[in-house]
C-alpha cells in the first residue's frame, strides 16, 4: 500500500513540475522573436522523436524477453534455430547520443545517421509483402547509402540479406503495440 501511495505522488509531483514549466514557457513566447520559436519547435520535435525511440527501445527489449521466454517454453525448433542463424553476425547499436545507429554486420560496421535509420524502420514495418519489402530497402540503399553494397554484397531484391537486415531492423525497432 506504500509502494503505491509514493508512486501516486510521484505523478503528482511530475504534474506539477509539467504545469510550472508550461506556464514559463507560455509566459517567454511572447517574448522571442521567428528564430527563437523556431529553436524551439525543432528542439521539441527533436526530443519527442528521442522519446519515441527509447519508447521503440523499451518494447523491444520485452518483446525480446517474451519471445525469448516462449522459446525455452517451446523448445527450439528448426526454422526458428535456421532463422537465428542467418541473424548472427548482424545487429544495430544506437550511439550514447541518439544521433547515430551502427549496423554490425559481419565483415563490416556501416553508420546510419538518426533520419536514415528512420528512413529504414518506415520501409521494413511498411505494408506489403516480403518481397516488395525487400524491394523497398534494396531500391533505398540503391539510391541513398550505395556503400553498403561493399560491406553486404547484394545483387537485388532477391537477395536473402536484404531479408536478414529488414528482420534486424524490425527486432530492434520494434513499434509498441
Same mark, same amino acid.
Not at 523556431?38 to 523499451?58: C, D, S, T, W
Not at 518494447?59 to 526454422?79: L, P, Q, T, V
Not at 547515430?100 to 505494408?127: A, R, T
Given at each position: ?6 508512486? /501516486? ?18 509566459? #517567454?513566447? %511572447? ?9 524551439? /519547435?525543432?528542439?521539441?520535435? #527533436? ?44 545487429? @544495430? ?12 554486420? %559481419? ?7 538518426? $533520419?536514415?535509420? #528512420?528512413?529504414? /524502420?518506415? @520501409? /521494413? ?7 516488395? @519489402? ?13 556503400? @553498403?553494397? $561493399?560491406?553486404? %554484397? ?20 520494434? $513499434? %509498441?503495440?
Amino acid at each position: 500500500m506504500a509502494k503505491k501511495s509514493s508512486t /501516486v505522488k510521484k505523478a503528482g509531483a511530475k504534474d506539477a513540475q509539467r504545469e510550472m514549466l508550461a506556464k514559463e514557457l507560455k509566459g #517567454i513566447i %511572447p517574448k522571442l522573436d521567428a528564430e527563437g520559436l523556431a529553436f524551439l /519547435v525543432e528542439q521539441g520535435k #527533436i526530443h519527442l522523436y528521442n522519446m519515441q525511440v527509447n519508447e521503440l527501445n523499451r518494447a523491444a527489449i520485452e518483446a525480446d524477453a517474451a519471445s525469448a521466454s516462449e522459446r525455452s517454453m517451446a523448445g527450439k525448433s528448426k526454422a526458428g534455430a535456421k532463422q537465428k542463424s542467418a541473424r548472427e553476425g548482424y545487429s @544495430i547499436a544506437g550511439t550514447e547520443s541518439g544521433s547515430s545507429y551502427y549496423l554490425n554486420c %559481419p565483415n563490416d560496421e556501416i553508420m546510419f545517421s538518426k $533520419s536514415e535509420m #528512420i528512413h529504414l /524502420v518506415k @520501409i /521494413v514495418n511498411g505494408k506489403g509483402t516480403d518481397l516488395e @519489402i525487400r524491394e523497398r530497402l534494396y531500391n533505398w540503399f540503391d539510391r541513398e547509402r550505395r556503400d @553498403i553494397f $561493399s560491406a553486404i %554484397p547484394m545483387a537485388n531484391k532477391f537477395d536473402d540479406r536484404l531479408k536478414t537486415l529488414a528482420a534486424v531492423i524490425k527486432k530492434s525497432f520494434r $513499434s %509498441p503495440k
